[in-house]
């Protein structure tokens, strides 16, 4: 079964700084999708960005970026001008075969004013 | 517009008691739904998901059942709740068909059990 690795249980950034979450997955498979979901404390999950593999091209959505590494199997998040609503959780998460998300761990994200 | 509900938001149960966790989808047809659970602090655990009514696919062993008996309708279940089943569950859904991709989810049901 595939397998999302977030590595960092927690990260903190300044306000208006940036920030990269680390996201590392295993997979056979040459086609998929990849995500991040965020989720605030009113627990809602949030997609914040997604990214196909066979598009060489890194996702972009406004501040938020991705540095897809398909080789590496790596997929981390950046946030731009961070701000005091990006403090969430964030879950990186696979999609399998059959349209079923697996998720990682998840990171704490924390924004200092 | 699609629009997920997922009730009650809140439950408090004893051990031992039933346990009946309801979700409906709104504007879309024949969608893929599915049931997560996320334990306190940590991430999300696929327990059951359905490509079509009456058809349920569970991932995990463990006491609790699904049933979709309409299209856009997906109950959670258990016949005696265990103190392990605390959580907080949450349904999601997208649509069918080989491009979907995208889950959506549902508020979120927290549940404690006593």
Known sequence: ?113 | SQTIHQWPATLVQPVGSPLSLECTVEGTSNPNLYWYRQAAGRGLQLLFYSVGIGQISSEVPQNLSASRPQDRQFILSSKKLLLSDSGFYLCAWNPGGAGANVLTFGAGSRLTVL
Not at chain 1, 48 to 61: D, F, S, W
């Open chain 1, 1 to 113: 079964a595939q397998t999302v690795t977030q590595s960092q249980p927690e990260m903190s950034v300044q306000e208006a700084e940036t920030v990269t979450l680390s996201c590392t997955y295993d997979t056979s498979e040459s086609d998929y999708y990849l995500f991040w979901y965020k989720q605030p404390p009113s627990r809602q999950m949030i997609l914040v960005i997604r990214q196909e593999a066979y598009k060489q091209q890194n996702a972009t959505e406004n501040r938020f970026s991705v540095n897809f590494q398909k080789a590496a199997k790596s997929f981390s998040l950046k946030i731009s001008d961070s701000q005091l609503g990006d403090a969430a959780m964030y879950f990186c998460a696979y999609r399998e075969y059959g349209n079923k998300l697996v998720f990682g761990a998840g990171t704490i994200l924390r924004v200092k004013s």
